[in-house]
């Protein structure tokens, strides 16, 4: 399985940008559809983008992120990325980044980082 680490997080300002990014080592990252989730306190954890393995040419975006949010992917860095733009207080969150099939649904995930702190405030 591939070892997933995040990093990018941070505190930022309602309206700003923050650019997530996941390296990946120990397996063939470009053979595993790549996705982000997030969990808020109190709340379950909830799909938040996902990018198909290879070439990554297919995407699927939260509605909560839609239009604001992009993954993208970079192969050769074995890195995912999430750029997160027009950031909400809602937004906060603990942000992972997970490595499996391509869908929204967690359980189709194998391995997964170990989560990076976003938090917005306004």
């Known amino acids: 399985q591939v070892q997933l680490v995040e990093s990018g997080g941070g505190l930022v300002q309602a309206g700003g940008s923050l650019r997530l990014s996941c390296a990946a080592s120990?397996?063939?990252?470009?053979?595993?559809?790549m996705a982000w989730f997030r969990q808020a306190p109190g709340k379950e954890r909830e799909f938040v983008a996902t990018i198909s393995s290879w070439s990554g040419a297919r995407k699927y975006d939260a509605d909560s992120v839609k239009g604001r949010f992009t993954i993208s992917r970079d192969n050769a860095k074995n890195t995912v990325y999430l750029q997160m733009n027009s950031l909400k207080p809602e937004d906060t969150a603990v942000y992972y980044c997970a490595a499996g099939s391509y869908s929204s649904d967690a359980s189709t995930f194998t391995s997964w980082g170990q989560g990076t702190q976003v938090t917005v405030f306004s």
């Open positions: 120990g397996g063939t990252f470009s053979g595993y559809a």
